[in-house]
């Protein structure tokens, strides 16, 4: 789903430090809605703080929350500010060599452009993309001219203000501002689809942390919950393509 982190990894902490530990630290963005977001009261929300919440309970573990800029995200769950990052990462071979994931907790995902006009020529200016991302590779492979930026909000704002031609990012994150912005911003028929899933990032030496989460992401496939979770309204929906369906029951 999201983002391509090309970082470099710093030394891991000793083998089971995490689970070792009395808390669990749980990293996220806070600035991807509807995967994680902060509210009004100025806590983490979404889809993830749901979904970790219940991870966590099914896995007896007491965990908190914290938020990291995205761009630092693995680098700072290598150095240890947390235990476990839970912000939309897709699973991808790169990030595999310096982190850890779980089984994926979200399928893929289309990845969609979102312009000014339905007329956007995405061959003819920057597109945007947030930096470190699976989508702003795309866009640097693919002949297109990538403009980067550290923010979400700010590729948005790229396209409000002529800097950029389209931003590419997940296409539930891009739906809702399209809607929201009475025709100003449209969402383009072009879709891409990119990425392997979205799962949990550990460091490398958490291998007994990791597990504890993996037997609660499967519980949450097999009893029907993570598909119940997905498909509310105020996160992907009910025709969301996310959804394990019989997929996600393999195994149980």
Do not use: H
């Not at 099914?58 to 990052?85: F, H, K």
């Amino acid at each position: 789903m999201k983002k391509l982190l090309l970082a470099t990894a710093l030394a891991g902490l000793s083998a089971g430090a995490a689970f070792a530990q009395d808390v669990v630290r749980l990293g996220t963005e806070g600035a991807y809605p509807p995967y994680n977001f902060i509210n009004d009261a100025g806590e983490v929300a979404g889809f993830e703080r749901e979904f970790g919440d219940e991870l966590c309970k099914r896995a007896g573990l007491n965990c908190t929350w914290t938020t990291n800029e995205w761009d630092s995200i693995i680098p700072n769950l290598q150095s240890g500010n947390y235990d476990v990052i839970i912000a939309g990462m897709s699973i991808t071979p790169e990030r595999a060599e310096i982190v850890d994931f779980s089984q994926g907790y979200l399928q893929p995902t289309p990845s969609a452009y979102l312009a000014a006009s339905k007329d956007a020529d995405l061959k003819s200016g920057p597109v945007a993309a947030q930096t470190s991302t699976i989508q702003a590779a795309f866009v640097a492979e693919n002949g297109m001219t990538l403009v980067e930026y550290a923010t979400p909000e700010e590729t948005v704002a790229a396209v409000k203000n002529g800097e950029a031609v389209a931003v590419l990012a997940d296409s539930d994150y891009l739906k809702p501002i399209a809607d929201e912005s009475g025709g100003a911003l449209v969402l383009l028929d072009q879709t891409e689809m990119i990425g392997g899933g979205v799962g949990m990032a550990f460091r490398k030496s958490d291998a007994e942390l990791r597990a504890k989460f993996d037997a609660a992401i499967k519980s949450m496939k097999c009893d029907g919950t993570l598909d119940a979770m997905i498909t509310k309204p105020e996160y992907f929906g009910p025709d969301s393509p996310l959804v394990w369906g019989d997929a996600g029951k393999e195994g149980c």
